[in-house]
């Protein structure tokens, strides 16, 4: 790929990050928890393979993402540890949101990785 359509692809990833991050505040104000979950977890994964595609990083499953996120971005300290559990749970909680039927997302929940969520994608951002 050349290094144009690679700044094309990192720029089209963003803005999906971007643009599921405003939709994921919507469904919190609107008290859909699960959709809130599903839309935090997608920002934050678009956020993260911008910075894949940027640095020539490939995975092709979500827990591939997070085993090579922790693996060049983690360990190597670029971000701190706690992102790399909080994109974890962020995984299972989408999973848990919209899989299980046994299990309804809380409002704490939500709330809880919210904030993280945008501070996650302002950290990979600027990376």
């Known amino acids: 790929m050349d290094e144009e359509n690679r700044k094309i692809l990192v720029s089209q990833q963003k ?3 971007s643009r ?12 859909y928890w699960d959709l809130a979950a599903n839309r935090f977890y997608y920002a934050c994964f678009h956020a993260v393979q911008g910075l894949f595609i940027s640095k020539g990083i490939s995975a092709h499953t979500h827990a591939g ?3 090579q996120f922790s693996l060049h971005f983690v360990k190597t ?5 706690h992102y790399g ?7 299972q909680l989408r999973q848990k949101a919209d899989y299980n039927c046994a299990y309804d997302i809380s409002e704490e929940e939500v709330k809880e990785t919210a904030t993280l969520a945008h501070e996650f994608i302002e950290v990979i951002g600027n990376l």
């Open 77 to 81: 300290r670029m971000v701190d540890m």
């Open 15 to 17: 803005q999906k990050a």
């Open 85 to 91: 559990s909080f994109l974890a749970r962020m995984m």
């Open 20 to 31: 599921f991050l405003s939709q994921a505040d919507e469904m919190l104000g609107m008290e």
């Open 65 to 67: 993402m997070i085993q």
